[in-house]
């Protein structure tokens, strides 16, 4: 869903809608009020909070390995550090 606000002309006034659109766009608008806001869906008779699908496996995956590289990479550097400071 996209919501159209309005557009001012080069004379400050607003561009009518039937100035900016396809009369067959146009027939696929709906009207609505200003509790809608953009990312909801329209269902065929109103408007509804959109909710995330999950995430993919590999988007997963892809999340925790680079969780994982940071997390060793903190715990290798800190073993480096205290080995350095053992051989002094």
């Given amino acids: 869903m996209e919501i159209i606000e309005p557009m001012l002309g080069d004379d400050r006034n607003e561009v009518p809608i039937e100035g900016r659109f396809t009369g067959e ?3 696929s ?3 609505c009020d200003d509790n809608v806001v ?3 869906v329209y269902d065929g008779t109103s408007f509804l909070e959109c909710i995330e699908p ?3 496996a590999t988007a997963v995956l892809a999340e925790n390995t680079a969780t ?15 080995r350095r400071n053992r051989y002094r």
């Fill in 29 to 31: 608008l709906v009207q």
């Fill in 54 to 56: 999950p995430k993919s």
């Fill in 38 to 40: 953009a990312g909801m």
């Fill in 68 to 82: 994982r590289n940071v997390v060793l990479a903190q715990a290798c550097g800190d073993c480096s550090a205290a």
């Fill in 25 to 27: 766009f146009r027939q």
